[in-house]
């Protein structure tokens, strides 16, 4: 019998095979009988026993819902052309050139 303070009667019970105890240091206490469960499992004809569940109130977190899952819609890729239907490529091409113009230039000027 341990001191465990997250359950009710802040009691609880650990193996022996996981615990060293030497004789006439600690008390041994005999473990409390099991509890009868509320339910048997007895037939009843009407099954009305099965839906009768007593909720044992925990120290435990609750289930919370996560929020709704929202897709992300994408518009067509073609409708994101240039208004002159000038190819993506192309204008990639053309800013790297004029980049390197640009760097030309300025090693240029700095003699």
């Known amino acids: 019998m341990i001191y465990y303070p997250g359950v009710p009667g802040s009691i609880g019970w650990v193996s022996a095979d996981l615990v060293n105890i030497e004789p006439g240091s600690i008390p041994v206490v005999e473990p409390p009988p099991t509890p009868t469960p509320l339910v048997t499992p ?8 099965q839906f009768i569940v007593t909720e044992i109130p925990t120290r435990l977190p609750t289930y919370t819902a996560p929020a709704p899952l929202v897709i992300p819609t994408f518009e067509d890729a073609t ?11 192309l204008v990639i091409i053309s800013i790297f050139i004029f980049g390197i113009l640009l760097l030309i230039f300025s090693f240029v000027t700095n003699r």
Do not use: E, H, V
Request: charge should be neutral; glycine fraction near 6%.
């Open 42 to 49: 007895t037939i009843n004809p009407t099954l009305a026993a």
């Open 79 to 89: 409708s994101q052309n240039l208004p002159a239907n000038i190819p993506m490529g």
